[in-house]
């Protein structure tokens, strides 16, 4: 194709590297974002991403909202909005969170655009350089790239089958000589481990973080989405002083949406504001508006009980297909809910490697070595999706890795 | 209202502010955004946000497009989606953008959540704590809130008519121990300033930044909204090599949709994809979908027209009110284009103060304070918006201003 003449592909490269920020030097682009360019190819089997499942996302009730919205709303919707987020559906959140025990004023949340942004605005406002922030390992990926940028050190604890062990926690912080900006904990359906932090565990991290005069990162993506057992008490109710509370729709009703929340003492909330304002001015008012109307409209509630029953199936789905098929000494997590389950392979595989051999049989997982913030760690393990492939495919697909791996054991 | 026990209102706080990282002591919530809080009494006529038009809102034909998007692409804008941004809007873009002489590929373009998102990944790439970045005197408020959170520096150049006096640059530059990091500019209807960098300005500008080797970021969020004159040629044009260009969907389509976009060089779109995947991951693919189809139908342009003969028409009226009402002494800028002009009061009067006196006679500007980043200046000045009032309101807030002036200048 001819060119016009300046085409900016023509131009030098001015040394853009030498240019940027020290932080900018420990950025890099996220080992699943680039997997899923690998997994996109139509005939593969992605359990790599954690996408809902696409054939159940409310389209008619989202379109229904959105034609009420404008027309009755249009000049509000299109309009800026106020940094903290739309009023009525604060109110609606506060309320609703209530049965979970977490009992807050609308002052207590900000909007945000995903989780996401959470992280990120969290690292702007604790972390500074080298300051140690506390994780588990293996923890969730998204949340080591926000504070990268910020520069952060992480102290790990190791999780077993009850979640982060909290138990070694007093000794990692002895030992420390700094105290950590915070505790970042996924206490449902853990992401990647799909493990739940126990009643138990959950009181204990509460008091060493008051011994130890700790804030607490309380990261519940998928709440919601519990498919069995009954709903344990979140860090937000054991020690509201300290904790930093964050949720989001978009496991419940759509990640188009870029919609989430953090709940917060209020002087956090102005801090949160403030660097929101800064980051992107606010969340815009449409969206909040049209998901304001169908969460008040009820049609949340029922989906979310829909999607549970979905995503139990599918569950159930990929926990037979690996008894099924796959090689003796295999073990995996069985997730009381949320969107994952966690893979433990003989230590002849090494994930990293096996995902190669895994997509050229058309099949897509995130090895485990991702989620280790700057450590060895999770070689042998895997992070399996099993919300986006419905129950035929789950099984297909397990059957070729369970084929691939049966093979690699064999060459090995 | 009884509260149940444990409500969070009643929780100790715990000492956040000594928690907080060093960049966060720096940050402020906007005077701008203060100020919005005490303007929004219903019987006040504001001149002091940067709102457009809300009865002019595309409404009609935003609500057809969210339902074209959703009844055939709704499984895809409701998922997750690329964080550089939805392809044929880029490419739209890309096209679109041609026209000023902005040759590039899709690849050099990143969306991003409202223009305000760019400046807090640039500031996020490149701004170290104590660097320098060169603006005018006064600059665009939202740019010191995003670097502010990075601990810039900055060193400031006047302005005249004919905008940024780079002429005064190569002395600043000079005597500077260490290279800016960037140098920003509003080269089109300046915020707060109304004014435009000429012709030769922007020649002298390029040529600068290729001397001393320094990089450009050109902000242009009004350059589609010009009433006369023709169109002068981008930096990006002049210096494609060193320039990061953004401009938005805020000012021709609405603010609500948060969609705005960067154009640069690849290495440093793949930079800001990074940056951008650890700040909120993606922007909304339905948003980005519904600006798409908006745009592919021919409906912006339209729009766009139509936007510039009624903020011609509004700032038609204010200079005219201002010529009526205005005591003698006071000066002001006539922009060619976008949303602001700048008020030059009698040197009796202190603006900061006269914002009571005049939110008293229910009316309001931004005094020119809030412009000048850690430094004196503006305390004559002030920004008015003749976007947001019509004609008649306009005429009513001008009258109202000048009758407090005057008054002002009597008590004096």
């Known amino acids: 194709m001819p060119e016009p ?33 690998l997994t996109s190819q139509p005939d593969i089997i ?26 009755h709303h249009g000049p509000i919707a299109l309009q800026y909005s106020p940094t903290e987020g739309y009023q009525p559906l604060k109110e609606w959140l506060a309320e609703t969170m209530s049965k979970y025990g977490i009992w807050v004023e609308s002052d207590n949340i900000m909007m945000v655009n995903g989780s996401q942004q959470a992280l990120d605005l969290v ?10 922030v506390v994780c588990s390992r293996p923890t969730y990926l998204g949340a080591i790239q926000a504070w990268d940028a910020y520069e952060a050190r992480y102290c790990t604890v190791p999780m077993d089958e009850d979640g982060m062990i909290v138990e070694e926690l007093p000794a990692l912080l002895d030992k420390g000589k700094h105290r950590p900006r915070f505790v970042y904990v996924l206490p449902n359906f853990h992401n990647p481990a799909g493990t739940t932090l126990s009643q138990s ?21 998928y709440g919601e989405l519990r ?10 109710r054991l020690a509201p002083e300290r904790t930093i509370y964050l949720s989001t729709f978009s496991k419940t009703l759509a990640p188009g949406f870029r919609l989430a929340w953090v709940v917060a003492p209020k002087p956090i909330i102005t801090r949160l504001v403030q660097a929101k304002q800064g980051a992107d001015l606010n969340t815009g008012a449409f969206i909040q508006m049209v998901a304001n109307d169908v969460c008040q409209r009820g049609i949340l509630r029922q989906h979310v009980r829909r999607l549970r029953n979905v995503y139990r199936s599918r569950r159930d789905a990929m926990v037979d297909a690996l008894q099924e098929h796959m ?8 997730p009381q809910g949320g969107l994952f ?16 051999t895994a997509i050229a049989a058309k099949v897509a997982f995130v ?13 042998h393990s895997m992070r399996m999706n099993f919300s986006y492939c419905n129950e035929e495919t789950i099984n297909e697909g397990i059957y070729r890795l369970g084929v691939a791996m049966k093979k690699e054991l064999a060459g090995a």
């Not at 920020?21 to 899923?36: C, N, T």
């Not at 565990?201 to 519940?220: G, K, N, P, T, W």
């Not at 090689?327 to 069985?334: A, K």
Request: glycine share 8%.
């Open 227 to 236: 498919f069995e057992g009954a709903d344990l008490t979140p860090l937000f």
């Open 201 to 221: 565990r959950r009181e204990q991290l509460a008091e060493i973080a008051r011994r130890y005069d700790l804030v607490i990162i309380e990261d519940d993506p």
């Open 5 to 37: 003449n300046g085409m900016i592909t023509h131009v030098e490269d001015i040394g853009w590297e030498n240019r940027l920020a020290a932080r900018a030097r420990r950025m890099q682009s996220s080992v699943i974002r680039e997997l899923l360019k």
């Open 123 to 132: 690292g702007k406002l604790f972390v500074d350089p080298d300051t140690c």
């Open 367 to 379: 090895p485990g070595f991702a989620f280790y913030p700057g450590e060895q760690g999770g070689e």
């Open 341 to 356: 389950l966690w893979v433990r392979t003989s230590d002849q595989i090494d994930t990293r490697e096996f995902m190669k």
């Open 46 to 71: 992605s359990f790599a991403g954690g996408l809902p499942a696409p054939d159940f996302f409310p389209i008619r009730e989202v379109q229904e909202a959105c034609r009420y919205i404008l027309q």
């Open 327 to 334: 090689p003796g000494g295999v073990t995996w997590t069985v």
